[in-house]
């Protein structure tokens, strides 16, 4: 009996200490993570980790975690705790990320709980700037959650993009949005 509590002491000082030289290294490199960290992590350089499938000749699926192009605009060297998962309604074996979230009412009533906006600040961020790419400011989108009110949400539905009416001589309009900075 000693000796298996010898041997789950061990492996916890061990977990411990690679996570300690983590931190004291301040050095996450997407490539190294395993598919169950990758997703809503940051690297050290400030660039958004992203979840890839890659389908091998032989048909098996490999996850793949890789750096991607988007920068958050606070966060660095960060993995995202299971506690913010839960909270904010995010999967981490998501492939991809896209505002098409902001439209299920269950995804933004957890996304604006307090829980998670007042907590988790990679995830608001993040849906934050994916919110202001669609024409929509998150924290009036989480005004209108709490009310049951539908039309941010419908607003995300539409481009931006405005067909003149048929039989009009008027050309097409194209709404464009300045991003606005996240609520920190």
């Not at 389908?55 to 705790?81: A, F, N, P, Q």
Request: include cysteine; charged fraction near 25%; charge should be negative.
């Amino acid at each position: 009996m000693a000796s298996l509590y010898s041997l789950n002491t061990l492996a916890i000082v061990a977990f411990a200490l690679a996570f300690l030289v983590q931190l004291t290294l301040g050095h996450i490199a997407c490539e190294n993570l395993n598919e169950d960290s990758c997703a809503f992590a940051i690297s050290s350089t400030g660039k958004r980790c992203v979840l890839e499938k890659h389908v091998r000749r032989s048909g098996e699926e490999v996850y793949i975690c890789r750096t991607s192009e988007i920068e958050s605009d606070k966060l660095k060297d960060w993995i995202e705790t299971d506690e913010c998962i839960e909270a904010c309604g995010v999967d981490r074996n998501a492939l991809g990320i896209s505002s098409d979230a902001l439209l299920e009412y269950r995804f933004t009533r957890k996304l604006c709980s307090s829980a998670c906006y007042n907590n988790c600040p990679n995830i608001i961020d993040l849906y934050f700037n994916l919110a202001a790419g669609e024409g929509v400011y998150l924290p009036k989108l989480c005004a209108e959650q709490k009310g049951k009110g539908r039309r941010e949400m419908a607003e995300i539905r539409s481009s931006g993009f405005v067909a003149p009416a048929p039989e009009s001589e008027v050309k097409p309009l194209n709404f464009m949005v300045a991003p606005a900075m996240p609520p920190f």
